[in-house]
């Protein structure tokens, strides 16, 4: 059996419907329950019984699950040996990242990275987007992660994806409601804004003086924890992007209403690394691991 169907079947017992195992796969439904179905057919049975749209294995489909786990515990231990022939178990990995990233973002980057490989050691230096640059090309960081890196002839782009800003909330307040906002609706409340030298300070203000908007902000640092904390404390609203506010949002502490105003440029997150060196084992699976946990956090928000 493909080992596609494998994962698939596994889960979709653990997790009790298909729904639920597609969410958890980052898949489809309609995938998941394609590949169910062609099992069903290979085999020439069912293997569930499919009552009031609740899934019980049948004796086959419990035969099968006693097979299938077999072959996924048979293949872990296999992934195990190889990275250990490869001497992945050990490693250490740089990353050069903004001090936004590196203090909401990178922390629980990392500790999943920990959490599938605790033999690795990750180093993460929070630098000015200029220094994340110069710290790749010089081999000083294995790896770049920041917000519009610029174009250089030393960079290899190994992911981007585009992130909106918006307005971080209580949950109770009043804007939490909003599917979208204007920045016009956001300045009769008090605002807790980002400094300079963040970059998104200045998206912010060059969108302000395009809509002819004066602002006081109330409180203004380049610490996202402060930031933060002052909007959970109720002292006013944010304006940052929703990878600030990852693990707020997760917990539901924050709330998170993106701003439509078309003269609000948004932000491109950019992994990056120095072109023409090959990356270390340890590091291409930093990479891959940054790679997927962004992709999912960008599926989520759409």
Partial sequence: MHARVLR???EVVRRGSIRKAAEHLHVAPTAVNRQILDLEAE?????????????????????VLAHVR?????????????????????????VAATTGLAGSLLPSLVHAFRRSHPGMAVRVIDLPTADIVAAVE???????????LPQRPGLRTLADSVWQIG??????????????????????????????PLTIRTLLDEAF???AIEVTPVAESTSLALIQRLVMLGEGIALLNALDVVDELGRGA?????????HLQRQTLVLAARRGAE???????MAESIQAALARLFAMKR
């Fill in 279 to 285: 990356l270390s084992a340890a590091a291409e699976l």
């Fill in 138 to 148: 010089g081999g000083d960081a294995d790896l770049g992660l920041g917000y519009d």
């Fill in 43 to 63: 085999l020439g049975a069912p293997l569930f019984d499919r009552i009031h749209n609740r899934l019980r294995l049948t004796p086959l489909g419990e035969m």
């Fill in 8 to 10: 698939y079947l596994d």
């Fill in 70 to 94: 077999s072959t996924l515990r048979e293949h872990a231990a296999l992934r195990e040996r190889i990275a250990e022939f490869k001497g992945l178990r050990r490693g250490e990995i740089t």
């Fill in 209 to 211: 003086a395009r809509n």
């Fill in 167 to 196: 307005a971080v909330l209580p949950p109770r307040h009043a804007l939490a409601r909003h599917s979208s906002l204007l920045l016009g609706e956001c300045v009769g409340h008090a605002l807790i804004l980002p400094a300079a």
């Fill in 254 to 262: 924050l709330v998170f209403v993106p701003l439509r105003d078309a």
